[in-house]
């Protein structure tokens, strides 16, 4: 994920110095942008991100990561979608979001948004992601018998 004591050299020039951006500042941007399209439920992080949360840190970034050159910036996103909305149209307004707050406010191009559906939320509450679905639906296998080894 983005690291916030991490700066991009040389971003943009002007004529009384250079414009850096912290790579926090653009993944924020990113997120607020995304939370606020229809549809999106929320956004999902890692592992680092649930800890922060466990801890009591409100962590505006929460799956968010982006790259940063100096005139371009990628961002990745990973979200979870309300069950009922047309999953595609949804990924389409988040990246058409994001691509815009982060241009209009920084000026950096966007080449690229890649939107990660990590979940759907039936209810506020109630999130069911896609591997915890196919754990319920699976029955419990036998334990295969133990083979002897091949070789010697």
Do not use: H, W
Not at 107 to 122: D, Y
Request: with cysteine; net charge negative; glycine share 8%.
């Amino acid at each position: 994920m983005s690291d916030n004591n991490e700066f991009v050299p040389d971003m943009k020039k002007s004529e009384g110095g250079r414009i850096v951006f912290a790579t926090d500042v653009i993944a924020t941007i990113a997120a607020l942008a995304a939370a606020d399209v229809k549809g999106v439920a929320g956004m999902s992080g890692g592992m680092v991100e649930g800890l922060t949360e466990m801890l009591g840190r409100k962590n505006l970034t929460k799956g968010v990561k982006v790259e940063v050159g100096t005139e371009e910036v990628a961002v990745d996103v990973s979200v979870i979608i309300q069950y009922g909305f047309r999953i595609q149209d949804v990924c389409a307004e988040i990246q058409k979001a994001i691509r815009n707050a982060v241009e209009t406010m920084t000026g950096l191009r966007v080449v690229e948004v890649n939107v990660f559906v990590q979940a759907i939320s039936f209810e506020a509450t109630e999130v069911v992601t896609v591997e915890a679905k196919q754990k319920k639906e699976k029955p419990e296998k036998e334990p295969k018998p133990v083979e002897p080894p091949r070789v010697k």
